[in-house]
C-alpha cells in the first residue's frame, strides 16, 4: 500500500484561500468513487491561524504505479485544476507502508 500526501499553500486573501481550498477539499473527496484504484481519500483545511499551508490531502492506493494513474486520472486533472492558479507552493510525500 502507498500513501499519497500532498499539502498546498495558497494564494490570496484568507477568505478567498479558505474558499479555494473548500472547493478542492468537495471534488477530491469524490474522486474515490471514480477512481478505482484509489482506495481512500482524507481531506483537511488548515484550522490553525499560525501556520501557513493552506490545505493537505491523505490519498491510499495499492502500488506506487497507482499513484501515476490516479494523478493522470480525469477526475483527479479536474480537481487539481481548481488550485492550479492559486497554488504558491506544493509539497508531496509518497511512501510504502
Not at 500532498?6 to 477512481?35: C, M, Q, W, Y
Not at 491510499?60 to 488550485?83: E, F, K, L, N, W
Amino acid at each position: 500500500m502507498v500513501k499519497h500526501i500532498v499539502t498546498f499553500k495558497l494564494k490570496g486573501t484568507k477568505e478567498d484561500r479558505h474558499e479555494i481550498a473548500s472547493r478542492f477539499k468537495n471534488a477530491l473527496e469524490k474522486l474515490p468513487e471514480a477512481i478505482d484504484c484509489l482506495q481512500s481519500m482524507e481531506v483537511g483545511i488548515n484550522e490553525n491561524q499560525a501556520e501557513e499551508w493552506d490545505i493537505v490531502l491523505t490519498a491510499v492506493v495499492p502500488t506506487m504505479a497507482d499513484v501515476s494513474v490516479y494523478a493522470r486520472h480525469p477526475a483527479h486533472v479536474a480537481a487539481a485544476s481548481i488550485v492550479a492558479g492559486h497554488s504558491e507552493a506544493r509539497a508531496c510525500v509518497d511512501y510504502q507502508f
